[in-house]
Each structure stands twice: as structure tokens, then as C-alpha cells.
């Protein structure tokens, strides 16, 4: 167990529909980013939030959104699926300084039929 | 904007023979990060390089930070089949706060 909880590890659904990926950070960082993985492929970087704000934005299309609440946990909100949108998406933690890297959660794997 | 590049693209092994992955960046970098992802594993990291030309081991694997902080390498002494896996380098922007850029990866098959 890496400390870094996303929910839920698979999701099939149909195009055109929206879901939500949840992430809870390890105890303690403030920062959380979002990757996309498709098949075969590298860590595509969707976005960052550090403390509740948005730090930095990637290759995040406008149909998906994300945020940091309060408690530190964040969502990614992807919306109008397409089959494209079929990937392993991943969620990453770090401390202030990410001197110990990022700690990344298991994945939710999204399959868009 | 940054590129992270990485070379090969995939590398098959005996083993027992060494394996090594390089990494390029278009920008110099203020450290560099290794990551290991298993077949249907996450990404798990690995260690960070932050000073020029610095050279760390673990166990049968060396990391280097070239010179220039633009380039970095790692290397697999005697390879084992617990070595397989993608091996990513990610590097963070000199005048960047805190995200990194991934490379493609390198993945790396060990035949027994």
C-alpha cells in the first residue's frame, strides 16, 4: 500500500457518459496530480493541485475537470466519454518539496464502451 | 515547452547482461527523478538526482546526472527478471516549482 487511495481500481462505462475518479493523498502532502496512461504509453500529466488550489495544467482536455477539497482529497471529473478516453488514470502525492518523489495510487482503469 | 526523452524505446535482455536507459532533456533540469512501473503496477519512484555530474548506486543499479543537468542515465548491472518493467525519468524545470515531466519510458524485458 503505496498511502495514496484511489477509488474505484475499475470503471466501464458507455460514451457519452460522465464519472468521477477519487483520489486521498498520503497522509500529510498537499500536493496531488493527475496522469493519464493509455495502452502502452507514458504518464500523460493532466493536472496539479497544491493545498486546495490549481498549480498546473497539462494535456487536460475541457471535457475533464478536477479539484482539491478540503480534507486534501481531489477528484477528476471526466465528462461527454469517448472511447479515446479509455486509459489507466493515476493519481500522485507528494510533500511541499517532492523531495521524496511522488507516491502514486494503483489507478483507475476506465474502460469507455 | 519542456521535452523529457528517452532511448530505447524498449530494450529485450538476457539475463544476466546489463541494461541501460538514457535520458534527454530540452531544458536544463534542477533534479532529475527515476521511476519503475511493473506490468499492471503503478509507477513507484525510485531516487532523485539534484547536483551536476552526481552519480548514486542502489544495490545492482547506478543513476547519473550529466554535467549540464540536462541529461541522466540508468544503469542495470546483471539483470535479473525482477528488473522487468518500464523505467521512466522525470525531470523537474529549473524555474519550476514543483511538477515534473515524465519521459516516454524505457521498457525493459529480461528473458531467463
Known amino acids: 500500500d503505496s498511502g495514496v487511495t484511489q477509488t474505484p481500481k475499475h470503471l466501464i462505462t458507455a460514451t457519452g457518459q460522465r464519472v468521477t475518479l477519487r483520489c486521498s493523498p498520503r497522509?500529510?502532502?498537499?500536493?496531488v496530480y493527475w496522469y493519464q496512461q493509455s495502452l502502452d504509453q507514458g504518464l500523460q500529466f493532466l493536472i496539479q493541485?497544491?493545498?486546495?488550489?490549481?498549480?498546473a495544467k497539462g494535456n487536460i482536455l475541457e471535457r475533464f475537470s478536477a479539484q482539491q477539497f478540503p480534507d486534501l482529497h481531489s477528484e477528476l471529473n471526466l465528462s461527454s466519454l469517448e472511447l479515446g478516453d479509455s486509459a489507466l488514470y493515476f493519481c500522485?502525492?507528494?510533500?511541499?518539496?517532492?523531495?521524496?518523489?511522488?507516491?502514486f495510487g494503483s489507478g483507475t482503469r476506465l474502460t469507455v464502451v | 515547452g519542456q521535452q523529457v526523452m528517452q532511448i530505447p524505446q524498449y530494450q529485450h535482455v538476457q539475463e544476466g547482461e546489463d541494461f541501460t536507459t538514457y535520458c534527454n532533456s530540452s531544458?536544463?533540469?534542477?533534479?532529475i527523478q527515476w521511476y519503475k512501473q511493473r506490468p499492471g503496477g503503478h509507477p513507484v519512484f525510485l531516487i532523485q538526482?539534484?547536483?551536476?555530474?552526481e552519480v548514486k548506486k542502489q544495490k545492482r543499479l547506478t543513476f547519473q546526472f550529466g554535467e549540464a543537468k540536462k541529461n541522466s542515465s540508468l544503469h542495470i548491472t546483471a539483470t535479473q527478471t525482477t528488473d522487468v518493467g518500464t523505467y521512466f525519468c522525470?525531470?523537474?524545470?529549473?524555474?519550476?516549482?514543483?511538477?515534473?515531466?515524465f519521459g516516454p519510458g524505457t521498457s525493459l524485458s529480461v528473458i531467463p
Open positions: 500522485a502525492s507528494s510533500s511541499q518539496t517532492g523531495v521524496l518523489g511522488y507516491t
Open positions: 538526482l539534484v547536483k551536476s555530474g
Open positions: 493541485y497544491y493545498n486546495g488550489e490549481e498549480r
Open positions: 522525470a525531470g523537474r524545470k529549473k524555474t519550476s516549482y514543483d511538477k515534473v515531466i
Open positions: 531544458t536544463t533540469l534542477s533534479n
Open positions: 497522509s500529510g502532502d498537499l500536493s
